[in-house]
Every structure is written in C-alpha cells, then in structure tokens.
T-cell receptor
Framework: AQKVTQAQTEISVVEKEDVTLDCVYE???????LFWYKQPPSGELVFLIR??????QNEISGRYSWNFQKSTSSFNFTITASQVVDSAVYFC?????????????FGAGTRLTVKP | NAGVTQTPKFQVLKTGQSMTLQCAQD?????MSWYRQDPGMGLRLIHY???????DQGEVPNGYNVSRSTTEDFPLRLLSAAPSQTSVYFC?????????????FGAGTRLSVL
C-alpha cells in the first residue's frame, strides 16, 4: 500500500528563518513519483515540484530546495529565508505509477505560518 | 487563461438534499478528477475521467456520481447528502492520465451538510 506521512501538522517561524517540511512515504513500487503542492489562503493547490524515484539529486529553485533520500524514504522541502508570502499549507504526494494518476496519495499537509 | 474553475465556492445543504458541484477547465485536458479534503487527512480521490464519456471510481466513490459529456466539464453529483460528506472538494485536470502529467487544481468548494 502507498502512504504519505507529514508528521508536522503546523509550523510557525519568523520571517527570514529557514524551515524544513518533512515528508516520509511508503511504497513497494520501484518506480514512483513524488510531488509537493502549495495551498495558499486563496485555496487552490499550486504544483511546486515532481521527482521520480530514479533521480536522487537535490533540487534547488530560488529559496526552495528539496532533499530526496530513498534510503530513508523521505522527500523533505526546505524554504530558505522564509517570507510572509510562504504562509500556506504544503502537501506532499506520492504517485506509484507513471501512467496512473488514480493511485496518487497525499499527506495530510503541513500548515506553515511565517510571521513578520 | 482561467485554468480549473469550480462553483460554488461555499454550499450548505440539509441531510438528504442533492446538489451538483461544477468543474470546468479551459486547457483542453483529457484527464479530470475529483478529490475531497478532510481535516487531518490528505486529499482522497472520489472519481476520475480519462476523457469525454469515460469515468471511473477512485478511493472514496460512495454517495457521488459523475459524468463527462464534454472535455471541459466534469460535474460531481451528491445524490442524497449526508453529514459525512461535509468536506472541501477539489477538482483537478491534467493533459493526460499519468504521473508524468502535472495536475492543476481548482480553488475548491467548501460543503457543509447539516
């Protein structure tokens, strides 16, 4: 069975602090995809990143970075020098099949609050 | 470019009432899906469609119906609303089925069933 765990329900930081959102997944598939989505106060889910199971290189995009470690089944998300606009709920998700969206599993989400 | 549009944004129903949640996308995407989001849980797939005229069940389909008569629209029907269906509902679309295609989500419909 596929499962995604985001153990941090809520995180609060002060602006300019670095913050890491944890994501741990379970799957028996050898090929799978991991995602992060952002849900700002406006409500829609915004795609941030997709990573396949064969690519363990860390990804950096501006202030955002992702650390994928198969050995620990984790796909953690770090925001450097956080800003108030980063306040949102962040979801990690797992799709076990390249051709099958209907098995996608989402974590419960982590609510990040960045205070000025 | 509107993307994925959901209406209404908020709805209150009484137990036993029926209603339709609307979802429309203007990106000519083949794949569309409905999720529900409950506190402390991730999004769970209700129904999905891989193209006009083709629908299938997801993880939690009971109490919901869907149809896909056009590429653009994918309405979700609650046949007889129950308090357990109180949730936030998200519609999503992607170019095609499969993890290689990024899903784009609407802003959600917050439904309360009393």
């Amino acid at each position: 069975a596929q499962k995604v765990t985001q153990a941090q329900t809520e995180i609060s930081v002060v602006e300019k602090e670095d913050v890491t959102l944890d994501c741990v997944y379970e799957t028996r598939d050898t090929t799978y995809y991991l995602f992060w989505y952002k849900q700002p106060p406006s409500g829609e889910l915004v795609f941030l990143i997709r990573r396949n199971s064969f690519d363990e290189q860390n990804e950096i995009s501006g202030r955002y970075s992702w650390n994928f470690q198969k050995s620990t089944s984790s796909f953690n998300f770090t925001i450097t020098a956080s800003q108030v606009v980063d306040s949102a709920v962040y979801f990690c998700a797992l799709s076990p099949s390249y051709y099958n969206n209907n098995d996608m599993r989402f974590g419960a989400g982590t609510r990040l609050t960045v205070k000025p | 470019n509107a993307g994925v549009t959901q209406t209404p944004k908020f709805q209150v129903l009484k137990t036993g009432q029926s209603m339709t949640l609307q979802c429309a996308q203007d990106m000519n995407h083949e794949y569309m899906s409905w999720y529900r989001q409950d506190p402390g849980m991730g999004l769970r797939l209700i129904h999905y469609s891989v193209g006009a005229g083709i629908t299938d069940q997801g993880e939690v389909p009971n109490g919901y119906n869907v149809s896909r008569s056009t590429t653009e629209d994918f309405p979700l029907r609650l046949l007889s609303a129950a308090p357990s269906q109180t949730s936030v509902y998200f519609c999503a679309s992607s170019l095609q089925r499969g993890a290689k295609n990024i899903q784009y989500f609407g802003a959600g419909t917050r439904l309360s069933v009393l």
